[in-house]
């Protein structure tokens, strides 16, 4: 979130703040799991990724692993980490350690808790999801696994290059979401610097379909956010606000190899 100087009136500066990207940010340690290794471990936290923060209040509902329609619970540890560098307030961030036992494609996913955004007025609910390939079974991928928002991909969400086009379908409640925003942010770890503010967060639409794509720049995790409707909820001023209800994946992008173009 960031000041805005939104208007002048007789000399007075009015502000408001502007949401930069909001992501639910869910990492395991690996897109792939090789023969000979068996423990993913993942962590998860409320932040802007592109700018390392402020990180945001974080709680989770509901948690998984599925593997060929089969649903494991996860148990994450909870530790506490600034909402800002050097900030006395803190927020939560989790961590679980999960083992693979057999060959297939793992989708990890995180149901959190409504986030009441006042510089929006709104709450915003994100369901972030991510994939494991385990031991060189490819097949499943493409399989949606019944989350209220959730983004389907059309490209295989593992072993993907720097440079490669991402194709995903957005569903919020079971339906294709059409026309609706896709935020995209780079997850940067590495404190690299934007020339201007809208390149904090791209943003593609989805078709009539609830289809979009976007072509990765450069290696590392990357993170889309499709903005859905999820109806209006209760606050605790007694007033209702709108929900937005968002499908959130991540893919991890590796860099081009040494010696090619
Ligand atoms: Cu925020």
Redesign the pocket.
């Known amino acids: 979130?960031r000041k805005l100087i939104v208007g002048v009136i007789s000399g007075i500066f009015l502000t408001a703040s502007v949401?930069q990207a909001?992501f639910v940010l869910l990492k395991p340690n690996t897109d792939i799991l090789e023969e000979g290794k068996r423990i993913v471990c993942l962590k998860t936290w409320f932040t802007?990724p592109m700018e390392g923060g402020?990180n945001?209040d974080y709680h989770i509902i509901d948690s998984g692993v599925v593997i060929n329609g089969k649903k494991y619970k996860l148990k994450w540890k909870e530790e506490l980490i600034p909402a800002l560098k050097g900030s006395k307030k803190k927020v939560p961030l989790y961590k679980t350690r999960f083992k693979i036992r057999r060959p297939g494609v793992y989708q990890f996913y995180v149901d959190p808790e409504p986030y009441f955004?006042p510089a929006e007025q709104k709450f915003i609910k994100q369901i972030a999801k991510v994939y494991v390939e385990a031991f060189g079974m490819e097949d499943g991928w493409d399989q949606p696994i019944g989350l209220k928002a959730e983004i389907v991909p059309l490209t295989r969400p593992f072993g993907i290059w720097e440079g490669n086009t991402f194709r995903g379908r957005v569903f919020i409640n079971g339906k294709p979401a059409a026309n609706i925003d896709v935020e995209v942010e780079y997850y940067n770890k590495r404190g690299v610097k934007v020339p201007a503010d809208p390149f904090i967060t791209q943003v593609v639409k989805t078709d009539e379909n609830g289809y979009f794509e976007y072509t990765i720049p450069w290696a590392g995790w990357w993170g889309f956010s499709a903005l859905g409707d999820g109806g209006k909820l209760r606050y605790k001023d007694g007033k209702e606000y709108p929900v937005e209800l968002d499908a959130v994946l991540w893919i991890k992008a590796y860099p081009k190899p040494r010696g090619v173009k």
Do not use: K, V, Y
Request: charged residues 15%; aromatic residues 0%.
């Open positions: 979130m949401a909001h802007h402020p945001m955004e």
